[in-house]
């Protein structure tokens, strides 16, 4: 079936920098982009961008510009997200999930389980 | 594309019929998607195109509206169901969700 595992939790401290990584299966990597959303400790979901599977092509919403990187490798499936420069405020749930239809058919779908990234001093 | 969700929470009996709305800035046409989240799991699509059921989504689930309105409705709440639902409107990237709805035990 197709699934999404995320790499485990993270602890890091401020100022440092983590990358969390998404590996897909049960499908065509390259046939879908890779989104990334936040989910702050007792917030709601925020999308932080995406990467284009096939050429590596990458959209960052305008609160991470400047601090994420999302790169792939499609020799094994797998996307990464790295955050830099992390602050208390970056404390959450990171999940990667695949973008699947177009236009109002759009949807993320399935999603990763989630990797707890908490930052500490 | 601000989106806004009533109510942001309620509590409801197993059986009950319960309806969450949601509220898009700016009209999107029928560009919204639905989701269950639970503690700890990530969320799980529901409905998108407003109204399209999710494979494998039981029926008492259903989605309505089109422009800037939308609306959830469970039409007989199971045990199961106690959760977060989020909207997400698709029209326009950046996606936004919208803050949430906790829906628990009466």
């Known amino acids: 079936q197709v699934q999404l595992v995320q790499s485990g939790a993270e602890v890091k401290q401020p100022g440092a920098s983590v990358k969390v990584s998404c590996r897909a299966s049960g499908y065509n990597f390259s046939d879908y982009y890779i989104h990334w959303v936040r989910q702050a400790p007792g917030q709601g979901l925020e999308v932080m961008g995406w990467?284009?599977?096939?050429?590596?092509?990458?959209y960052y919403t305008q609160n991470f510009q400047g601090r994420v990187t999302m790169t792939r490798d499609t020799s094994i499936t797998t996307a990464y997200m790295q955050l830099s420069r992390l602050r208390s405020e970056d404390t959450g749930l990171y999940h990667c999930t695949r973008g699947v239809g177009t236009r109002s058919s759009a949807r993320f779908d399935p999603w990763g389980q989630g990797t707890l990234v908490t930052v500490s001093s | 594309i601000q989106v806004t969700q009533s109510p942001s929470s309620l509590s409801a009996s197993v059986g009950d019929r319960v309806t969450i709305t949601c509220r898009a800035s700016?009209?999107?046409?029928?560009?919204l998607a639905w989701y269950q989240q639970k503690p700890g799991k990530a969320p799980k699509l529901l409905i998108y195109?407003?109204?399209t059921l999710q494979s494998g989504v039981p029926s008492r689930f259903s989605g309505s509206g089109s422009e800037t309105d939308f609306t959830l409705t469970i039409s007989s709440l199971q045990p199961e169901d106690f959760a977060t639902y989020y909207c997400?409107?698709?029209?326009?990237?950046?996606?936004?969700f919208g803050p949430g709805t906790k829906v628990d035990i009466k």
């Open positions: 700016q009209d999107i046409i029928s560009s």
């Open positions: 195109a407003a109204s």
């Open positions: 990467i284009d599977t096939i050429s590596g092509v990458t």
């Open positions: 997400l409107q698709v029209d326009t990237y950046p996606f936004t």
